[in-house]
Nanobody, 124 residues
Framework: QVLLVESGGGLVQAGGSLRLSCVRS????????MGWFRQAPGKEREFVAS????????YYADSVKGRFTISRDNAKNTVYLQMNSVKPEDTAVYYC?????????????????WGQGTQVTVSS
């Protein structure tokens, strides 16, 4: 099995920054693509960012483009989400996900493993 553990969430003021981390363990492969998703209360889980197996290809939701950066360190089995210039509408539980494919995807259904989530709250 695969275990994904997110950390780095918390309370931050609008305009501030946070860095989320996702540590991968178990039957995980460096060739797997990774993604970050988020879910706000009363809303569906939505795509935030994805990264392919090598880190060369990334995708972002329009709502975070230019503010968030996804990256990975395969030697440390860790994926990151750097969040800058955060806004109150970024408030949500953020989930790390792993896909048994070398290509990233924006679809929730394309991911095979999920972390438990980390809460991010942005105050205005």
């Amino acid at each position: 099995q695969v275990l994904l553990v997110e950390s780095g969430g918390g309370l931050v003021q609008a305009g501030g920054s946070l860095r989320l981390s996702c540590v991968r363990s178990g039957r995980t492969f460096s060739t797997d693509a990774m993604g970050w998703f988020r879910q706000a209360p009363g809303k569906e889980r939505e795509f935030v960012a994805s990264i392919n197996w090598s880190g060369a290809t990334t995708y972002y939701a329009d709502s975070v483009k230019g503010r968030f950066t996804i990256s990975r360190d395969n030697a440390k089995n860790t994926v990151y989400l750097q969040m800058n210039s955060v806004k109150p509408e970024d408030t949500a539980v953020y989930y790390c996900a792993e896909r048994r494919d070398f290509r990233g995807s924006v679809q929730v259904a394309d991911y095979d493993y999920w972390g438990q989530g980390t809460q991010v709250t942005v105050s205005s």
